[in-house]
């Protein structure tokens, strides 16, 4: 497994948290094991948009990776209420409809970018790196220099 | 059945399995199927409705289903049944998301419903009065069967006749 230099808030140096959220349990297990070669810390994850809006709430991550296509809310519309309740909120689409449409209506409704699926860590990597922008530091690879 | 909607369908399945799988794949057999369908193994079944109706589905024998989603999920353990049903649902999503980007892109506008799983033995039969067009995928993870039975929607007929 390809090794990144591990991304931390820059505030308090502790681990990105992240809120997956993806109606596929096999999506969230390996969108998971992705941001740990980040760094990073699942803090949270649900399988639609209903339960992504009070997963937000509960645990306030600093990364939220939102897939389009779920039951009961589709992705775009719980991106949209949970900027609208919280501005800061940084929301990061990611979805194999990765179609113009979606892309346009998914960052008017205030997410940060968009990854298409099938997800590759380098991309997702340098997504993370950018939506964290002065918020997050990454630092040296494990081995890096060795 | 339109054979041009099909081709955007390879090429997704192509760029979904080749690099998750790390090998190439390849077309085993093509033919052109017009009967009911019951599941073979594992087995997603993704419906279009719009500009583009129809279905397709993706179906693998049980223990290729459990070696590609432990070849996904980078694992060398087997993974559980469980676990197997859901990578094939994810990956018919992968594929059927990358395909309908490049329909849509060509202006086709279309609704793709959730994955709905079906399994050898439970006596599922999927009829309908259409043509499918039944590809199989050759992996080093095993054989992976794309049945695609589409056709335009009564907009876009409906469109194309004014």
Redesign the interface.
């Known amino acids: 497994?390809e090794q990144f230099a591990p991304v931390k808030r820059s505030k308090d140096g502790q681990p990105v948290r992240y809120l997956i959220v993806d109606?596929?349990?096999?999506?969230r297990?390996?969108l998971g094991?992705m941001v740990e070669t980040f760094g990073g810390h699942v803090a949270g994850e649900a399988g639609d948009g209903v339960t992504a809006i009070a997963e937000y709430d509960r645990i306030q991550p600093d990364i939220v990776l939102m897939d389009i296509?779920?039951?009961l809310m589709e992705g775009i519309e719980a991106a949209e209420r949970i900027v609208q309740q919280h501005p800061d909120a940084r929301v990061v689409m990611v979805?194999?409809?990765?179609?113009?449409?979606n892309i346009v209506a998914a960052l008017q409704k205030g997410a940060r970018h968009f990854v298409?699926?099938?997800v590759k860590a380098e991309v997702l990597y340098e997504v993370i790196k950018y939506v964290m922008g002065d918020e997050g530091i990454a630092g040296q690879a494990a081995g890096a220099g060795a | 059945m339109k054979m041009d909607l099909i081709q955007p369908f390879i090429n997704a399945a192509d760029a979904v399995l080749a690099p998750g799988l790390q090998c190439p794949m390849t077309i085993a057999n093509l033919s052109m199927e017009r009967e009911s369908y019951s599941p073979h193994g594992v087995a997603a079944l993704v419906a279009l409705s719009g500009d583009i109706e129809g279905r397709i589905i993706f179906d693998l024998d049980p223990n290729t289903a459990s070696r590609i989603a432990s070849k996904f999920a980078g694992s060398d353990e087997p993974a559980s049944d469980a676990l197997a049903q859901e990578a094939v649902c994810e990956l018919a999503n992968q594929v059927i998301g990358n395909a309908v980007a490049t329909l849509n892109d060509q202006g086709f506008n279309f609704r793709v419903h959730p994955p709905q799983l079906h399994l050898a033995g439970q006596g599922t039969r999927i009829t309908e009065d259409t043509e499918a067009v039944v590809l199989c995928f050759e992996t080093d993870s095993g054989n992976v069967s794309m049945n695609i039975a589409l056709d335009y929607g009564a907009t876009r007929v409906a469109a194309a006749g004014q």
């Open positions: 497994m109606d596929s349990v096999f999506a297990k390996n094991k296509t779920m039951p979805s194999s409809v990765g179609y113009q449409e298409q699926k099938p």
